[in-house]
């Protein structure tokens, strides 16, 4: 019995420290991810967590930050994996470094942010996730890139729709990148996100010149309906349809040459009078006594009205319940080109973007088939800071409208503002809109109501002033 016992025992003790861990050779977590890495392919440097990254391998991402790479570390290119997997639109991958703290505003060494990257690529769910991560997108490249522009030039429309509403700097200019690229749906997101078909580039160009120079037709349409002047010129006196003149698109010119529908006839509220606009045709450019807002069907204007659905009169009140919809504006599709040396006579080119000669016209002279007429000619030179010393031409005339009577003056070389300016604003509880014009008054607020007046209307602001206390709120487009 004693023998048996003797004999078991060593090999109760061997099996039971087979079983038992041996310390030596256990491996750590970081260890393990280590291997793991190599077994992929993958070496530990910044490199490949970078290729990682770019290839969306999730998996081998996690490896790498389980394995003690810092998630910030940047590529002999100077970029994060977190850029990295932005610019190829790898969602998955971007949301890994993100949960595990990955700078999402970081900074590339062309000065561009993941966003930006992600935003061109086109990847929404990518957008969305640096978005929910705080991702800036206001951030502006070296190269005056922002996210939205990066998208709307690309054609992406799914991330301009995530982009677009908090992008309100850069929105102007992204729809004149959309125009030049030809996305109707791009340019319709940017419109309905409030971006403005008068906005101007540093060259003075509209967003339709720069569709109609690009011949992209569609667009053009698209702006027209929205309100774009045909008659506008940049800085150097040309029209949209001299734009696709010279780009060899005459279809698109003759478009642009065309009349512009009639307007439509606007509801008044009780006390007015019902609004019919008078049409005419000025050497292709339409003219109404009375211009509204595109797309107003239905609006009411707000002069001496009571605005129904805001809470209360306060600058909160308003801002909280009105909606900037629309902006109207109208141009004279006139231009003074000079005045004759004897003062009594001026040359005027009628803006209609066909290639024709200025008209010659004295004082008292109806200008061409227009409608308007020459009332007065100023010849005068002044010196001015633009001039560096020397005198420059500030002639200047007087012209009146004969459908409305109006009279309005042209400085040369100057386009002329009708001033007829209107504005589209929306009551978010009744989804009521108002046409409103400045200087409209106006009551609002339940029990105690408090009097403004449109102070101003600008292509991305309504201006309204209490007319109690002075202040102003700004309804943004």
Partial sequence: MTSRLQFSLPVVVAATTALLPMTSCRKTPQEKSLQQLSERGYQFTPSDFSKAALDGNVLGVKEFLDAGMNVDLVDKSGNTALFRAAQMGQANAVKELLGHGAKVNFESPDG?????????????????????????????????????????????????????????????????????????????????????????????????MFAAANGNREVVELLLTRGADKSAIDQSQRTAAQFAEEAKH??????????????????????DETGEPEGGEVAGVALTAASTPSGNGGAVRLSNTRLEGVANGSAQGLKSSLQFRDYHQRQLPLLLDSIT?????????????????????????????????????????????MGKGALVDASRVLVRDHRTGQEYQMIKDTPAQSNDLAATLRVGETGQTYEVRPDDQFTVGDGQEVKYRVQDIRPTQVVLENLENGETVTVAR
């Fill in 250 to 271: 005459p279809e698109l010119a003759m478009l642009l040459n065309e009349p512009a529908a009639p307007v439509a006839k606007v509801k008044i509220m009780e006390g």
């Fill in 112 to 208: 561009e942010t993941p966003l930006i990257a992600a935003a061109r690529n086109g990847n929404a769910k990518t957008v969305k996730a640096l978005l929910d991560a705080g991702a800036d997108p206001s951030r502006v490249s070296p190269k005056k890139w922002t996210a939205l522009k990066a998208a709307a030039y690309a054609g992406h429309a799914g991330v301009v729709r995530l982009l677009a509403a908090k992008s309100g700097d850069s929105i102007d200019d992204a729809l004149q990148l959309a125009c030049i690229k030809g996305d109707t749906a791009v340019v319709d997101l940017l419109l309905n996100n409030g971006a403005s078909v008068y906005a101007r580039s540093p060259e003075g160009k509209t967003s339709l």
């Fill in 341 to 385: 040396e004897d003062g009594d006579q001026a040359v005027i080119r009628v803006l209609s973007g066909r290639q024709e000669a200025p008209l010659v016209v004295a004082a008292g002279q109806p200008i061409g088939n227009t409608g308007f007429e020459l009332i007065k000619t100023t010849r005068k030179f002044i010196y001015t800071k």
